[in-house]
């Protein structure tokens, strides 16, 4: 499907309610498929991917009944049946790589499978520490299909190179099950949703550091009320800050701060951004988001701040088009193991539409202001992310630009269009 886009004829000015947080509706119903009894989700995403390990949850024998428009019961015995047919985890990454963790350790076989996309994605950074912990897992070139013959797991400790919430929740996970200890240390705290539930249902699970240790536990149901994803929230930020006269609030925002990495950028980048009525949610903070349009100047992404905001950085690039001087984001390499190569497709769209950036190893170097002139078509490349940066890179180009593959939105954001024209 190809997607217009043309300049808003207005500033974005009013609110916006964020849809739920992806990360935390995948840990929400999959943790909750672990506990003896019923557990109830609260705001729950209708994201195709939360969809798919609500899915797979289900073929696993666990009873789940949407009780209104957003609200989940998940019903569970807290020990998983084995499935009579393959587990489907279409596009979702943390679906394939966060059960197959929780697979390894069962007493049955099973397979994890997954969409063409998912099927090129790298399984090797979860299947080696798991076989590492006594797994059996085959798989063609380390790419799903995942075939899982579960078995009983002996606790490690696990030194990853890489910074990512998926692999350390596979890990911690698998500890779940695990005779033992399991710890998992990475070179900066990627992303903590995985021990902030754990924790909150019970688990004896403690963080130092960079390191996550964990004890083989039962987890308690519990209530859980998910806050909107900032992921999904950095669009509208992006668009607030570049598009002239906006003005915009963006309500009920999770501020975990393993997460705010685009906060910090756009501080960095002098944008006017304030946080509003801050709250808990279920362990998670969350608060209200006021962002202004501003004047912006060029600024260096790289280390620790990457996994903060690295589901980020295709908006990011749209953002430094429009900052004086040059923006240079490295160490951002797994960039290109994405939905997409997002290295190379962000750089390669961008310049379709006037931007000056250029493609390193490791991630890209933006130099503006520059004027986006449009007039043109872009891919999505089957990327839901790079799809919405390029639908935010519209609204101020000088014409209209038409996305093709502008329906993999759908797989985390399907609201998207219409919130952003809610504001136009």
């Known amino acids: ?62 009873q789940a009944e949407f009780k209104n428009d957003d609200s989940i019961e998940i019903t569970s015995s807290g020990i998983l049946q084995k499935p009579f047919v393959s587990l489907d985890c279409g596009n979702s990454g943390t679906t394939m790589r966060l059960m197959a963790g929780i697979l390894a350790g069962q007493g049955f076989k099973s397979t994890l499978t997954g969409d063409e996309s998912l099927s090129k994605r790298p399984m090797r950074r979860v299947i080696e520490p798991l076989s590492l912990m006594g797994a059996d897992i085959q798989a063609p070139n380390g790419h799903a299909p995942l075939t899982i013959s579960g078995k009983k797991l002996c606790g490690i400790d696990y030194v990853s190179k890489l910074a990512s919430a998926q692999v350390k929740s596979c890990v911690l996970l698998a500890g779940l099950f695990a005779q033992g200890v399991t710890s998992f240390t990475e070179p900066y705290l990627s992303r903590n949703h995985t021990e902030i539930m754990l924790k909150y249902m019970g688990a004896d699970i403690r963080t130092e550091g ?79 988001i006021r962002v202004q349009y501003s004047d912006l100047k060029g600024c260096v992404i790289e280390k620790d701040l990457i996994p903060r905001l690295i589901d980020e950085l295709p908006v990011i690039a749209v953002l430094a088009t429009q900052a004086q001087g040059e923006t240079i984001v490295k160490n951002a390499e797994d960039l290109r193991n994405k939905e997409s190569d997002r ?24 130099c503006g202001k520059s004027p986006l002139t449009g007039g043109v078509q872009v ?30 939105v759908d797989i985390s954001f399907p609201e998207f269009e219409r919130l952003m024209n809610n504001l136009c």
């Not at 995948?26 to 899915?55: C, E, M, Q, W, Y």
């Not at 290295?343 to 933006?366: C, H, R």
């Not at 919405?388 to 993999?408: H, P, T």
């Open 379 to 408: 891919e999505a490349f089957h990327d839901h992310r790079l799809a919405m940066s390029l639908y935010v890179a519209g609204l101020i180009c000088d014409k209209s630009i038409g996305i093709n593959g502008f329906e993999w």
């Open 343 to 366: 290295i190379k497709a962000v750089v390669g769209e961008l310049t379709k539409l006037g931007a000056n950036i250029k493609e390193t190893p490791d991630g890209f170097i933006v």
């Open 1 to 62: 499907m190809i997607k217009f886009v043309s300049p808003p004829k207005k500033s974005l000015k009013g609110f916006v309610t964020i849809p739920s947080d992806k990360s935390l509706s995948h840990r929400a119903v999959i943790f909750s498929s672990l506990a003896n009894g019923t557990s109830v989700i609260n705001n729950f995403s209708k994201g195709a991917d939360p969809l798919s390990s609500l899915a797979v949850c289900k073929a696993l024998g666990v």
């Open 210 to 288: 960079c390191t996550s240790i964990i004890k083989p536990s039962n987890l308690s149901p519990v209530n859980i009320d998910i806050c909107g994803d900032i992921s999904s929230a950095a669009f509208f930020i992006a668009a607030g800050l570049i598009v002239p006269g906006s003005d915009i609030i963006l309500k009920h925002v999770g501020l975990n701060p393993t997460r705010t990495g685009i906060i910090d950028v756009v501080k960095m980048m002098g944008g006017q951004l304030q946080i509003l009525d801050e709250t808990i949610k279920s362990g998670e903070p969350a608060g209200d």
